[in-house]
């Protein structure tokens, strides 16, 4: 991407610099506790008191003043227009992970705008999740479940059979993203050993995670769970396909907690349904009422609740507070994001 440059604001920062919550309705009171709004209100001048969810509707005298942006779920569309309205904007933090759906282009030009997220916070509770099902995966416990529920109890029902267990598993990881190295970094404390397959990370970093590098379709073939975490990318889309899952060993499990659109998902319903494979699906497009996936035994279904939810929002909230903070004292947000890598990072 090529940037141009800009010519410096002529305002300097204020030592309380203007904001604006711009985010869903409501959303501010759900992120923010009262300590934790106390502190936002030490750190920015709010120009209003709740969220603003159509940066359009903001006084034009309103917006000139504007140097943060403090987003969220729901944000508005950040493109030239909204900067033509806002010279001052030096910095955007969002309180949430991926920025794409509202950042527009003309942001990534303008050198001068820093861009933050709250990804890292966000990848705290999606690994702990992957971490439970990996493990839960390691004892089949979506197919066994099913299984006693059918045998109502009888003699022998429980008893496991095959490959089944954690003590010495192989769980694949694809990509060494915020989550996937949380989730490596949590299984390093079982008996477990971890594949990472990720073009962009080296071997030597992924071995600092306790895991091995390995390409995809060792990872595949090799693995007892798969668990995805690459992000959600044009190079990365459909990049799990038929011939991934044909890999997989009856038995094993695949989960994921990234995206619908990087799997082919009709290839892996047709595996699913052959009853071969389990998975764990916390993300999947709409399903349709009569799709099988409903009714597969060997399928568990969540409604996208992996990241964070209730008062893990929090846990964003102080991640925006530590970035505000910083840019209150002319230092750099801890996660700025690089603009040399945004075609490799959701």
């Known amino acids: 991407m090529t940037t141009q440059p800009v010519r410096p604001s002529q305002h300097a920062p204020s030592a309380r610099p203007a904001a604006l919550l711009a985010m869903s309705s409501g959303l501010d009171a759900e992120l923010f506790t009262p300590e934790q709004r106390r502190r936002l209100g030490g750190l920015v001048t709010l120009l209003a008191e709740s969220a603003v969810p159509d940066l359009g509707a903001v006084p034009d005298e309103t917006a000139a003043r504007v140097e943060i942006l403090v987003t969220g779920w729901g944000a508005p569309r950040i493109d030239a227009s909204v900067l033509g309205r806002m010279p001052r904007l030096r910095a955007i933090v969002h309180t949430a992970g991926t920025v794409a759906p509202f950042v527009g ?60 267990g954690n003590y010495g598993a192989v769980v694949g990881l694809i990509g060494a993203s ?48 798969v668990s995805l975490h690459a992000p959600d990318v044009p190079s990365t889309r459909g990049m799990i396909t038929a011939e991934h899952f044909a890999l997989m060993r009856e038995g094993t499990t695949f989960l994921n907690t990234a995206r619908p659109a990087l799997v082919d998902e009709d290839a892996l319903r047709a595996e699913l349904v052959s009853g071969r494979i389990s998975a764990v699906l916390d993300v999947h497009d709409d399903l349709a009422p009569d799709d099988p996936l409903w009714d597969l035994s060997n399928v568990q279904l969540t409604p996208h609740i992996a990241g964070s939810q209730g008062n893990e929002l929090h846990r964003l909230a102080d991640s925006a507070l530590e970035e505000l903070g910083r840019l209150s004292r002319g230092e750099t947000p801890l996660h700025a994001l690089d603009r040399s890598r945004l075609d490799i990072t959701a």
Request: charged share 30%; net charge neutral.
């Open 105 to 164: 282009r003309a942001v990534w030009e303008r050198e001068d705008i820093v861009v933050s997220t709250a990804a890292q916070a966000n990848a705290v509770p999606v690994a702990e999740y992957a971490l439970a099902q990996i493990l839960l995966a390691g004892k089949r416990s979506v197919a066994r479940s099913a299984d006693h529920r059918r045998a109502r109890g009888r003699e022998g029902a429980w008893t496991a059979t095959g490959r089944t």
């Open 178 to 225: 915020r989550t996937g190295r949380l989730t490596a970094e949590h299984l390093q404390r079982f008996d477990i050993e971890v594949l990472v397959h990720d073009p962009f990370a080296g071997a030597e970093e992924i071995a600092a995670l306790g895991a091995r590098k390995v390409d995809l379709e060792e990872l595949f073939r090799a693995s007892d769970v």
